[in-house]
Each structure stands twice: as C-alpha cells, then as structure tokens.
C-alpha cells in the first residue's frame, strides 16, 4: 500500500477549472495524488470535510524591507503574516530594503537572509533603476522573477524612478535577457504640480491629496510606458491599477496583440476615499484609494476577467509614519495588509458579488504561477508543489490588532468582519500554520 506523509480528506478542493470534493494525498513536499478515497497510509490525516482547500495564495507584491528597514517589517514578520493569510509564496519588491536589490550582491544578500528567516517560499523582484542597467543580466541569471521600476519617485531616496531613455534601454536589456518589466505607473509631471498647487492653497485633506493624484496620472504614465513597451517589445506588468479606466487602456492594448498583463490590490477592491477620511494614514497608499463607483467598477473588470493578478502591495510603516495630523501630504503612503487578501476577495467577492472561487483562485494563485514561471505552483493536481490553504466558508470574525502577524500590529483592514477564515496553511508539504498559531519553528533562527 501507498505511503504517504500526510492525507487531507473530504475537502472541496478549488482549482481554476472546479470544485471537486475529494482526498489529498501529500508526500516529500509534493501532491501524489489527488481523488476520491485515496487508499494508502499516511503518518498524518486531516479530515477536511466541510472545508475548502485553495492552492496557497502567491502574492507578487511585498515589500518585506530586509535588510536594512527591519524597524518596519521584516522577513520573519511579513512570512508569518502570510502564512496565517494562507498564502505560501511571495515575490519581495526590490525597494524599501537598503540596500535595494539593483545588484547581484544585494540580491544574494536578500536572498540569504530569506532562506534563513521565511516560513513560506521567497521570491524576488530585480530593480531597474538609471544606474543599473548593466546589472539587469545578471540578476536575471541569478533568479529574480522580473524587474521593477518606479515611473514617480518611489518615497526611497535609494530606489530612483526612471526617466524615460533608462525605461527604453532597461526595456531593451529585460528583452533581451527574456524577462519582463513592471511598473507602478504615476506621472511625476502631473502628481507633482497637483500637490505643489494644492499645498501652496493650504489644501490638505484626505480629499485634496486624492486629488492630486488623479486617475489621469495613472492613465498618462501607463500610455506612455506602452508605446516604450510597443518599441521595445518587452512584455510589461502593470502593478496596482486603482481603477477600470486604468484597466480598460490595459485591455485595448491586449486586444491588439501587446505582451501585457495588470494587477489590482485588495484595497482598491475594499477601501475608498471615504475611508482614508476615516481611517488617517492607515489607509493612506499610492496611486490612492478611489470613491465608491471606482470600486464596483474594479470588481466589473475582475468579474469580467480583465484583471491577470491580484496582489496585496504590503507596504507598512511604524504607527509613527501612520499617523496623519493634518496635512495628508506628509506620512507615509502604503497599506499594511498582505495577511488579509484572501479574507477581503472571499468577504467582498465571493459572498458580496457572486465572484467565483475559481476566479480568486486564478487570480491569486493559478496566474501569478503561470505568469511568474513558477511551473510547480499555483494549483492542486498530482506532481504540483504541496502548497495549500484549508478554509472554512462558513466562519466570520473580526479582524484585530492582536490577530495580526506584522512587525507592526496595525491595518486598515483591523475592526472590519470576514467570512470566510484561513484554518490550515501549508507550505511543501508541512503545516506552518494552523488554527490561528504559526506552526513552523525556525530551525537556524
Ligand atoms: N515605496 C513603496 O513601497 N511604495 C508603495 N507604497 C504605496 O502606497 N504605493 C507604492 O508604490
Ligand atoms: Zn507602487
Ligand atoms: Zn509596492
């Protein structure tokens, strides 16, 4: 008889494709079999009945601000915080850790600290910044998943944005080399003369910092990047559209026939300006929250399949730089939330509108795997990497402060109800997660 490591029974297991209820059977790190009643023997069995199983989340938007920003997060914080989310595999943004990964050196850095520190599987972005072009190959060579670059200034005064001659010749390099460029897409020109205009008026509120950062931005720099992208043919990923107008460019562009692909963020599926009045700093992040119709809008485009991948944009701070008395122009601009992305999609998707699991499985899992060249991830079948999340529909909570795994125990996303709640995570085969403990010891912490 078969032996196995570890059976999951019963559950209803979601894949892009269907539901199918059946048995697991986990061995060495990898799915052996999937089906109904697996005959074998097993050191483990969990019985999963009643219980969704989700190819573990991959989310391709972290920033975990290790080394060199560990006041604001870390490796071990950020990994655990994922994995209470039920996501087993991350791709950390080459920014907000100093030394930023432009270069072989300071990847191999990252990346030792990440095997060392990370319950779930780390990943990489490689910069493109203008004093790095001649490192693009060999990051490329030595594992970086793509490259990332900022088209506004990022906030970090060691991660420069582009200028447009350094996004033709990175564009030209990353296609040559068989990579793909992302961009967070804002025009300087436009963001910078808004707040300029407004500060000088004495225009300060949430509202006027929203405004100074309109949709339009988004519009200009995502136009601009396309036709370097159409000169160049390098293939491009838009990183978090905040509204459909955004997306629908996006979409003209895939219908005739440009290599191009965009993500959205839990909060623009959940948060609005409305919010940011609310909320202060917490909810502050750029390109910024929208209004109300923005939002129904987004989930139009994700119903409607307009959306490749949805990620959290984990970018947190200390409550320090959180907190915004008065001018919304100051304090730092990033969401912290990469434990809660499935809890939203499920909460405000799934149950609100009619989204189906499939959809946010191939939108958080089965894409990003595909599109990232992670060929043993992303979903649940016989051979794949055994990386899954065991949830359970029927269970609602509110979030809290001490629920959260961040170095920093703060999220807009803190007092608001879930249904739908993460039970079991698993990363290659071993529970690192399981009703509401991290289960995964470090062995060289
Ligand atoms: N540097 C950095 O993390 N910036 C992120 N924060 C945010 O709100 N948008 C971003 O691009
Ligand atoms: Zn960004
Ligand atoms: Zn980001």
Redesign the pocket.
């Known amino acids: 008889m078969a032996s196995f490591d570890l059976i999951i029974k019963n559950g209803q297991i979601v894949t892009e494709d269907a539901i199918v209820q059946g048995d697991i059977a986990i061995k060495n790190g990898k799915i052996a079999a999937v089906g109904n009643s697996l005959e074998g023997n097993a050191d483990k069995v969990i019985d999963a009945k009643g219980l969704h199983i989700l190819p573990g989340l991959i989310d391709t938007h972290v ?1 975990f601000n290790e080394p060199g920003r560990t006041e604001w997060e870390g490796l071990e914080t950020g990994s655990r915080s994922l994995a209470a989310g039920g996501v087993t595999s991350f791709v950390d ?1 080459p ?2 850790s100093t030394p930023p990964t432009i270069n072989k050196k300071n990847l191999d850095l990252k990346k030792s600290l990440a095997e060392e520190k990370s319950i779930v599987n780390p990943y990489f972005w490689g910069g493109l910044v203008p004093e790095n072009i001649d490192d693009l190959k060999e990051l490329h060579e030595n594992g970086v998943l793509g490259f990332k670059a ?1 088209m506004s200034p ?3 005064a060691d ?1 420069s944005n582009v200028d447009d001659e350094t996004i033709f010749k990175g564009m030209n390099e990353i296609t040559s080399v068989g990579s793909f460029l992302a961009v ?1 897409a804002e025009s300087t020109v436009i963001c910078d003369q808004l707040a300029q205009k407004k500060q000088k008026e004495g225009k300060t509120s949430a509202r006027d910092f929203v405004e100074s950062r309109p949709i339009i931005s988004e519009i200009e720099a995502v136009r601009r990047i396309l036709s370097y992208a159409e000169a160049t043919g390098c293939r491009l990923h838009i990183v ?1 559209a905040s509204s459909r107008k955004v997306v629908e460019i996006i979409e003209e562009a895939k219908q005739r026939g440009v290599n191009i692909t965009v993500e959205t963020c839990p909060h623009y599926l959940s948060l609005t300006v409305k919010d940011l009045e609310e909320k202060g700093g917490l909810a ?4 910024p929250l929208r209004d109300e119709e923005e939002v129904e809008d987004l989930w139009v485009a994700v119903a409607n399949g307009e959306i490749d991948v949805i990620a959290s ?1 984990h ?1 947190p701070a200390p409550a320090s730089m959180k907190k915004i008395e008065g001018n919304f122009f100051e304090g730092w ?3 912290s939330g990469a434990q809660s992305t499935l809890n939203i999609l499920l909460t405000e998707g799934y149950f609100k509108r009619n989204i189906p699991l499939e959809k946010i499985v191939a939108l958080t899992a089965t894409n990003p795997a595909k599109l990232f060249g992670l060929s043993n991830k992303g979903t649940i079948a016989a051979g794949y990497d055994a990386d899954l999340a065991i949830v359970n529909l029927d269970e609602s909570f509110e979030l809290k402060e001490e629920d959260l795994f961040y170095r920093h125990q703060h999220s807009p996303y803190v007092g608001m109800t879930f249904k739908g709640k993460v039970k079991t995570t698993i990363v290659n085969g071993e529970i690192v997660f399981d009703n509401g403990h991290i289960t995964k010891e470090l062995t060289n912490a």
């Open positions: 920033h943004m920014l907000n900022f990022s906030g970090i991660f967070h978090h502050k992040c750029c390109p944009d970018s601009g990033g969401i």
